[in-house]
Nanobody
Framework: QVQLVESGGGLVQAGGSLRLSCAAS????????MGWFRQAPGKEREFVAA????????RYADSVRGRFSISRDEAKNTVYLQINSLIPEDTAVYYC?????????????????WGQGTQVTVSS
């Protein structure tokens, strides 16, 4: 059974940075895609970024490209989301998700497993 545990969220001022971590266990993830999604109050869950575990290829939402960076550490079975130049609109619960395919998608419906989320709050 896949387990995903996020950490690294918090309260930060606009312009600051955070690094979110997602510790993954329960599977060999070499043929998985790992994604980050976020959900702000009153809004739908939206795609942020995803990475193919095997190749390291990444995909980003247009709204975060250039500010966010996704990466994975195979030895630690951990996926990271580096968030720079934070703006208040980035305030949301950030979720890590796993998809049992090497094909990167942005649809939350295609991800099989989810973490419980970590709160990111950006003050202006």
């Amino acid at each position: 059974q896949v387990q995903l545990v996020e950490s690294g969220g918090g309260l930060v001022q606009a312009g600051g940075s955070l690094r979110l971590s997602c510790a993954a266990s329960g599977r060999t993830f070499s043929r998985y895609t790992m994604g980050w999604f976020r959900q702000a109050p009153g809004k739908e869950r939206e795609f942020v970024a995803a990475v193919s575990w095997r190749s390291g290829s990444a995909r980003y939402a247009d709204s975060v490209r250039g500010r966010f960076s996704i990466s994975r550490d195979e030895a630690k079975n951990t996926v990271y989301l580096q968030i720079n130049s934070l703006i208040p609109e980035d305030t949301a619960v950030y979720y890590c998700a796993a998809r049992s395919s090497v094909i990167i998608t942005s649809s939350a419906l295609t991800y099989n497993d989810w973490g419980q989320g970590t709160q990111v709050t950006v003050s202006s």
